[in-house]
């Protein structure tokens, strides 16, 4: 590991203009329950099977049940080391983060440290907001009407502001992604399977060009996805990485 974090902190000195690409073990290290983790079952039903527009079709209360038994702990939650650090290095280095996760706290570790919003790119929305499910109205959980099922003034149930499996990216957030592969010179995968495309093709487009790429992940399988793996958590490793690689 000490040599692996050597070659970590030498590529970071010598990089211009880095993507970091954030997954669900960000997450999980601050109590939040991933899809794919163990207990990722919720009251029997598969998750993967709930984040759909299917099964807001099919049962619009149980889904906003879910989402909301989530919220409760996205809300207990605080930012740990590992997204204060990368908020840290984004005010050193010019960085650009892709954020897979929907719960808000590495915006919220980037906003204390009062840097641009837009450097972050929450990829897959954000629980912490509803949005209509046929007009453009968007609004704050917290203003939520108490129904099993909240419904815009419009008269149409709201849904949750994330992008469920089956459902696109936003195009700027496609360009965004599709840019960084082009333009970074060093990648770090945070957490991430790198199982959900497109984001995890930057991992691929970057090792393409010759692109470092550093994966920080606990399970040692996920140095498959990239050149160099320091085999811990974030919220461990990235304060270790900056701390002796940055001045």
């Known amino acids: 590991?000490?040599?692996?974090?050597?070659?970590?902190?030498?590529?970071?000195?010598?990089?211009?203009?880095?993507?970091a690409l954030a997954g669900a073990g960000l997450s999980a290290e601050a109590g939040i329950p991933t899809f794919r983790g163990e207990g990722g079952l919720w009251r029997g039903h598969d998750p993967a099977q709930l984040a759909t527009p299917e099964a807001f079709a099919r049962q619009p209360a149980l889904v906003?049940?879910?989402y909301r038994w989530r919220l409760e702990r996205v809300l207990a939650a605080r930012p740990h080391a590992g997204h204060r650090a990368l908020a840290r290095l984004g005010r050193r280095r010019d960085l650009t983060v892709a954020n897979q996760n929907v719960d808000g706290l590495l915006e919220q570790a980037w906003a204390e440290e009062g840097l641009e919003p837009q450097?972050?790119?929450?990829?897959?929305?954000?629980?912490?907001?509803?949005?209509?499910?046929?007009?453009?109205?968007r609004l704050p959980v917290e203003?939520?009407?108490a129904d099993p099922v909240p419904r815009c003034a419009c008269g149409a149930p709201l849904r949750p502001d994330v992008v469920w499996f089956g459902e696109a990216?936003?195009?700027?957030?496609?360009?965004l992604l599709e840019r960084e592969a082009r333009a970074a010179d060093l990648v770090l995968a945070l957490g991430t399977s790198a199982q959900v495309w497109p984001a995890a093709g930057v991992l691929d487009a970057a090792r393409r060009r010759g692109v470092p790429v550093v994966v920080l992940n606990p399970d040692p399988r996920a140095g498959e996805t990239?050149?160099?793996?320091?085999?811990?958590?974030?919220?461990?490793?990235l304060p270790q990485l900056l701390e002796e690689g940055e001045e």
Not at 123 to 133: D, E, F, K, T, V
């Open 226 to 237: 990239g050149d160099l793996l320091l085999a811990g958590g974030a919220a461990l490793l």
């Open 119 to 137: 450097r972050v790119a929450a990829l897959h929305g954000s629980i912490r907001h509803a949005r209509c499910s046929a007009c453009a109205a």
């Open 64 to 66: 906003w049940e879910w």
């Open 143 to 145: 203003e939520l009407p």
């Open 1 to 19: 590991m000490t040599e692996a974090l050597a070659r970590a902190r030498s590529l970071l000195a010598r990089s211009r203009r880095a993507l």
């Open 169 to 175: 990216l936003e195009p700027r957030h496609l360009l």
